[in-house]
């Protein structure tokens, strides 16, 4: 299976400590989606990268959350001296556009837990 | 604002019954609009979309057509099965935007 994948799945830590999450999109997709999804929601834009360049960030990603995507292939979202607020499940998401209608494809998501 | 709104679930339904999972939204100009699935324990999966008015998404017997004048994207099934049980999110993207715009999601449950 050549989906979106993510790791780790699940990460526990505690307050104040800095994560970083890697996801791997479909070879070949030149964009790539960061978005969060809290318990009862619907998932929430966070960034995306039109290959190595971030070109949209979400007012929800504030200065402690950093996303790169060095190669234009897998993309780091870190967050620095997390919060118990930062508890949600991440996910990621690839698309191949040439300008006209894109489906993204999303990863299984890392859940994060902040105690 | 841009929003999508979903009817609240959990919705539990038996095997063979009918299935609407209403959506409506809110939105400048014309979004395209899609349905996706989160099967237990896998990520989100596309499972129909529309891109224009009265144009209808089709897929493993799921339907939805983009209705403009109701700024509506109604799911419907006509016989659902054990194996639909799911959440469904009801998304839509702006026209010229690139992240998509997601309602709460509606909890299935289909029982034999």
């Known amino acids: 299976d050549t989906g979106v994948s993510q790791n780790p799945r699940h990460k526990i830590t505690k307050r104040g400590q800095n994560v970083t999450f890697r996801c791997d999109p479909i070879?070949?997709?030149?964009?790539l989606y960061w978005y969060r999804q809290t318990l009862g929601q619907g998932p929430e834009f966070l960034t995306y990268?039109?290959?190595?360049?971030?070109?949209?960030k979400s007012r929800l990603l504030s200065d402690r959350f950093s996303a790169e995507r060095p190669k234009g292939s897998f993309s780091t979202l870190e967050i620095q001296r997390t919060e118990q607020g930062d508890s949600a499940m991440y996910l990621c998401?690839?698309?191949?556009?040439?300008?006209?209608?894109?489906?993204?494809?999303f990863g299984p998501g890392t859940r994060l837990l902040v105690l | 604002g841009n929003s999508v709104t979903q009817m609240e679930g959990p919705v539990t339904l038996s095997e063979e019954a009918f299935l609407t999972i209403n959506c409506t939204y809110t939105?400048?100009?014309?979004?395209?609009l899609f349905w996706y699935v989160q099967y237990p324990g896998e990520g989100l999966q596309l499972l129909l979309k529309a891109t224009k008015a009265d144009d209808k998404g089709s897929n493993k017997g799921f339907e939805a057509t983009y209705r403009k004048e109701t700024t509506s994207f109604h799911l419907e099934k006509g016989s659902v099965q054990v194996s639909d049980s799911a959440v469904y999110f009801c998304a839509l993207r702006l026209t010229g935007a690139n992240n998509l715009f997601f309602g709460t999601g509606t909890r299935l449950t289909v029982i034999p």
């Open positions: 070879s070949e997709h030149n964009r």
């Open positions: 998401a690839s698309s191949w556009t040439s300008g006209g209608a894109e489906t993204q494809y």
């Open positions: 939105a400048t100009g014309y979004p395209s």
């Open positions: 990268f039109q290959n190595e360049a971030q070109l949209e």
